[in-house]
């Protein structure tokens, strides 16, 4: 399977495994394909080998030549942290990633420094919105443009901020530990040195408002998954809950110009406080915006046309979609404003599904409830990413360990944070993991997401990844009367969820949820209980129902 996956000269070739064992009895030779173009193992005592090529010589057809395959490179795709780790000691991105997917990133990488160096050269400022699909690299490409602007300046001149503090955290923590590691100096001195890297985003906001008139040291920031920056009202909530101290201290006429802004607004107003040029850089996830007061990149737009119209814009092409915008059009987004399209700013190529770049779109269609292109792809994606799904969660565990045993995979149990009954079966979402630890530690941590006793929710898992996922489904997010229902567990019943924006939310945290595993999932639907008026069968039969119909695997 690796050679299938990693190996250049392997892909798209037919690979039979031959184990000889030179005193077994002679065993029958069965042609029997494994998944995708590998075939199951063929036993032989080394008698019969002779027989055992001319069999298989019909099914392999390519010709194999003997020094370009020995001399093929051999590239593991690598997690966002192992990832991170190699781009953070200088290497190249081709380095880490096959051609394919390297290429995606490079031409992205490429035009966005281009961008760069014509905004400094012209003295202007400029705004790149970089789209993809789940898993495509947009966190790795982010960090990428971050280390290539470093590495230029020989000085801190650019910085990777998010507002998702787990990925935050748990990158900091595996770039400290590999720097420790590496160089010998404390894990202090470590984790300061990272800081200036990678940021959370409300340190930087905070140092706006402490800062006020003076422009960041950075000239070149990047925000990951900038669909989730806050609108008006809740920024406005935040800052006068916790920042009460910060907003006292401004005058009276810059109290109100703040808390009358956008999260992206004040960002933005932050950078084009620079004389005479800056860069943001804005990585976008369609359907990626999962909580209260994320605004999505509609609120970018709004920024730029009410006080940054001198701005120039750079978006892609697939930046029109519904899963970026919406319900909104183009003539709402973008008039007014300096607006380029380049179709390098959009990733297609999925990484964190290297077994499948469809797995994204199967995702998509059975949120959707579009059965008949969910079962399309589902038959396309599952002979090389299986995903399957049972009613026993230990069944479920056992599966993804089973997977897991040939190499060093990692695998989690992750459920969404609303599914507040799944804690019948042992799954308390309630309690939170920490991530760190979640990620990183080993199996002998009963806190690491190998030992699968403690959950994480879509707000700890979302940018990061797993190669095997657990995923429970809880009556939250339900299939009633052909369609998907939301609700929300209040007391001891159910609330069906009527804000639209509500809905959004829940929908696009299964959508986090499917979309974490590298190399394949399986789904935990829990049979319910007729004595227990919160988990009736009928809350799980019926997406149960739906998902045989897609045609999933039951284990």
């Not at 394909?33 to 002779?50: C, E, H, Q, T, W």
């Amino acid at each position: 399977m690796d050679l299938s996956f990693f190996h250049e000269e392997s892909r798209d070739k037919e690979i039979v495994p031959v184990l000889i064992a030179t005193h077994a009895e002679k065993k029958e030779i069965n042609i029997c394909p494994y998944r995708g173009k590998v075939y199951d193992v063929v036993l032989s005592n080394g008698k019969n080998l002779a027989y055992i090529f001319k069999r298989f010589d019909s099914c392999c057809g390519k010709e194999i030549f003997l020094k370009k395959w020995m001399d093929s490179q051999y590239r593991p795709v690598p997690d966002i942290v192992e990832a991170a780790k190699k781009l953070y000691i200088d290497h190249n991105i081709r380095e880490i990633y096959r051609n394919e997917s390297a290429e995606n990133l490079d031409k992205t990488t490429q035009i966005v420094q281009e961008i760069i160096e014509k905004t400094r050269i012209k003295k202007e400022k400029a705004i790149c919105f970089i789209t993809g699909v789940p898993g495509a690299g947009k966190t790795l490409a982010g960090l990428n443009i971050a280390v290539k602007n470093q590495q230029a300046s020989g000085q801190r001149y650019s910085c990777f901020l998010s507002g998702n503090q787990p990925l935050v955290s748990v990158l900091k923590e595996a770039l400290a530990e590999d720097e420790c590691q590496r160089t010998g100096i404390r894990i202090s001195q470590a984790r300061e040195k990272v800081k200036s890297f990678i940021q959370i985003i409300h340190h930087f906001r905070d140092m706006a408002l402490t800062q006020i008139d003076l422009p960041p040291v950075d000239r070149v920031v990047i925000f990951d998954e900038a669909q989730r920056a806050w609108h008006r009202d809740k920024l406005s909530r935040f800052m006068k809950e916790k920042k009460g101290k910060i907003l006292d201290g401004l005058k009276e006429s810059k109290r109100y110009e703040i808390l009358d802004m956008s999260e992206p607004e004040l960002l933005i107003d932050y950078m084009n406080r620079h004389q005479d040029w800056s860069v943001i850089v804005c990585l976008v996830g369609g359907g990626q915006d999962i909580n209260d007061g994320e605004a999505g990149i509609s609120e970018w737009f709004k920024a730029l046309k009410k006080s940054f119209s001198n701005w120039k814009v750079y978006i892609s092409d697939k930046i029109t979609d519904r899963e970026y915008i919406g319900e909104k059009t183009l003539e709402e987004l973008f008039s007014d404003l300096q607006v380029s399209v380049v179709e390098a700013l959009h990733l297609s190529v999925s990484l964190r599904s290297f077994r499948s770049e469809k797995v994204s779109e199967f995702v998509q269609s059975l949120l959707d409830n579009d059965l008949n292109r969910a079962k399309r792809l589902y038959q396309e994606t599952s002979k090389i990413y299986p995903i399957c799904m049972t009613r026993n969660l230990e069944t479920a565990k056992n599966w993804v360990k089973e997977r897991a045993r040939y190499r060093k995979n990692r695998y989690g149990l992750i459920a969404g944070s609303k599914a507040r009954r799944l804690r019948a079966q042992g799954i308390w979402v309630e309690l939170s993991c920490t991530p760190e630890k979640w990620f990183l530690s080993g199996k002998d941590n009963i806190k690491s997401s190998y030992c699968m006793e403690e959950v994480a929710t879509e707000f700890d898992i979302q940018g990061l990844e797993l190669d095997w996922c657990v995923i429970g489904w809880d009556a939250d997010y339900r299939y009633e009367n052909d369609h998907f229902e939301c609700y929300s567990c209040i007391g001891s019943g159910w609330k069906k969820i009527r804000k639209e924006t509500d809905r959004h939310y829940l929908k696009n945290a299964y959508r986090v949820l499917l979309t974490r595993a590298r190399e394949g999932f399986v789904l935990f639907i829990p049979e319910g209980s007729d004595q227990d008026q919160t988990r009736l069968c009928a809350f799980y039969d019926g997406l149960w129902q739906y998902l045989k119909r897609i045609g999933i695997i039951e284990l």
